[in-house]
């Protein structure tokens, strides 16, 4: 499968953006999908995702603030981002696998597939 990732762009601290991560070749049905976020210098870490059984987590950073969704016929994950901050300010990825469960939904490495990321910026 591959991914598309798009909605990033500049955004005042307090405004929201959405971002959407496509799936060509299959959808994301039996694939747990999760949205992965890398600021300079930074290690790439967990956003939020929706693991095989359709259960949605949040990293405790953005919690309250994101949404995560999709379409019906599971092709599009969306992530809805309020309230947004300076420091969310990154490179947002995201990532789909077909062997991911709940336990290792936040590592990178459970993934094998990846979007190309997109930038998002939140000025003060």
């Known amino acids: 499968v591959q991914l598309q990732a798009s909605g990033g762009g500049l955004v005042q601290a307090g405004g929201f953006l959405r971002l959407s991560c496509a799936a060509s070749g299959r959808t994301f049905r039996r694939q747990a999908v999760s949205w992965f976020r890398q600021a300079p210098g930074m290690e790439r870490a967990f956003v939020g995702g929706?693991?095989?059984?359709?259960?949605?987590f949040y990293a405790d950073s953005v919690k309250g603030r994101v949404t995560i969704s999709t379409d019906s016929a599971w092709n599009t994950v969306y992530l809805q981002m309020n309230s947004l901050r300076p420091e969310d300010t990154a490179v947002y990825y995201c990532a789909a696998g077909s062997s991911v469960i709940s336990s290792n939904l936040q590592s990178t490495r459970a993934y094998a597939y990846w979007g190309q990321g997109t930038q998002v910026t939140v000025s003060s």
């Open positions: 929706i693991n095989r059984s359709g259960g949605i």
